[in-house]
Structure formats: structure tokens, C-alpha cells
Nanobody
């Protein structure tokens, strides 16, 4: 099994910054893609940012403010969030795709989410 854990959420004032972390562990041969998504009540989960093979992709609403990075040695991804706005408040979920050891089957695993609140 593969386990994904997020950390770093919390309360921040508008204009402030937060850094989220996502760590994948367990029976992993390789992690191919790591991504951050967010969801607010009554809305669908939306892509915030993803990283794979050195490439990155961002949702339009966060371009220029958020940066995703990855430590391959630790199967960990980070989301640096700057210039935060109230509308960035959401539960942020990490999504990891890769290949599981033992079975050599592909996996896709979600974390439990971490709450980000942007408010004065």
C-alpha cells in the first residue's frame, strides 16, 4: 500500500504565505506525478499544481503566486503559496501517481487533506 500525508495548512492573513508538504511512503517503485488539488464545500476538486519529469502545471488562478517543487529522494512535494487571497481558502489535497512495488501495478493515492484558511 501507498500512504500520502499532507502538512502545513493553517490560518494566514490575506497577502501572507504558507508552504504545504506532501510525503508519499510505502510500497513504491517510482513516483511519476505529484499534484495539489483543492476543494471548497459544494464545489468540485480543482487542480492547483502538478509536477512530473521536471515539468510543472498550474491552475490559472494561482499562476505567478504558487510554486510546486519536489524532492525525488524523499518522494515529497511542496507547494509554496504566496500572496494568498481569501478565495484560496480550501482543503488542499495531495495526489500521487506511480508504480507500486511487489505488483508493479500503477497506483493513484490521495492524502486526507489539509485546511488552508485565508482571513484577517
Amino acid at each position: 500500500q501507498v500512504h500520502v500525508a499532507e502538512s502545513g495548512g493553517g490560518l494566514v492573513q490575506p497577502g501572507g504565505s504558507l508552504r504545504l508538504s506532501c510525503a508519499a511512503s510505502g510500497n513504491i517503485v517510482v513516483v511519476n506525478v505529484m499534484g495539489w488539488y483543492r476543494q471548497t464545500p459544494g464545489n468540485e476538486r480543482e487542480l492547483v499544481a502538478s509536477i512530473w519529469a521536471g515539468r510543472t502545471n498550474y491552475g490559472d488562478s494561482v499562476k505567478g503566486r504558487f510554486t510546486i517543487s519536489r524532492d525525488k529522494n524523499k518522494n515529497t512535494a511542496y507547494l509554496q503559496m504566496n500572496s494568498l487571497k481569501p478565495e484560496d481558502g480550501a482543503v488542499y489535497y495531495c495526489n500521487v501517481k506511480g508504480v507500486e512495488s511487489g505488483t508493479y501495478e500503477p497506483f493513484e493515492t490521495w492524502g486526507q487533506g489539509t485546511q488552508v484558511t485565508v482571513s484577517s
